[in-house]
């Protein structure tokens, strides 16, 4: 499918804009510390963004641990949700996990986050348990999700083109 973004690795120099995301989109921000020790972190993290008219309008950050995949992050610019945006991020790292050769996915997930989880369902995560008070300041829960990643090709989401 052609999109009106295209995807391209995260540089150091979006922070500002990955910031903005962060801001306006989690009630635990990250601070811009973490998000450049994420961006130098090149041997373990991939760091994606989805860029419209030079602007960027989504971001996802995964961890590799083992064979497994760990989303960090994810995110889409207010007002550009719902567009299918997150979901071509998602689209590309399940692509790049098949080459790693990577197993298995995980991440947490606030438990009243239905449209987060809405779509990570549709990536086969499934609940394998819940971390208390994960998200101390608001207090909430984590489910913590696990897919099996496709072993081939053949069965993944579709690509981008
Ligand atoms: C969760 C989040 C990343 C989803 O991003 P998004 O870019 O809106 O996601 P997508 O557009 O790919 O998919 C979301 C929905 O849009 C729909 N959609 C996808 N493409 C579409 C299109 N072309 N036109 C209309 N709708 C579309 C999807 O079917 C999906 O439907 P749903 O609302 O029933 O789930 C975004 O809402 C966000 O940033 N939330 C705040 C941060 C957050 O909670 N992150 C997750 C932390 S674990």
Redesign the pocket.
């Known amino acids: 499918m052609t999109t009106p973004w295209t995807l391209r690795l995260a540089e150091r120099r979006d922070v500002g804009e990955l910031m903005f995301?962060e801001e306006s989109?989690?009630p635990e921000p990250w601070t811009k510390r973490i998000l450049l020790d994420e961006l130098a972190n090149t041997e373990t993290r991939r760091y994606t963004v989805a860029v419209e008219e030079k602007r960027i309008v989504?971001y996802l950050g995964v961890m590799f641990v083992l064979d497994e995949l760990h989303?960090n992050?994810?995110?889409?610019v207010p007002h550009?949700?719902?567009?299918?945006?997150?979901?071509?991020l998602?689209d590309d790292a399940w692509v790049d996990a098949q080459v790693r050769g990577l197993k298995r996915a995980t991440?947490?997930?606030?438990v009243s986050?239905a449209?987060?989880i809405?779509?990570?369902q549709r990536y086969g995560f499934h609940p394998v348990g819940v971390r208390k008070n994960y998200y101390e300041r608001i207090q909430e829960d984590a489910l913590v999700l696990w897919a099996d990643l496709p072993m081939n090709a053949a069965d993944s989401p579709p690509t981008l083109d």
């Not at 991440?107 to 606030?110: C, K, M, P, S, Y």
């Open positions: 995301i989109q989690f989504g989303i992050t994810i995110g889409t550009e949700e719902g567009r299918g945006i997150a979901t071509s998602l991440l947490e997930v606030a986050n449209r987060a809405a779509l990570y």
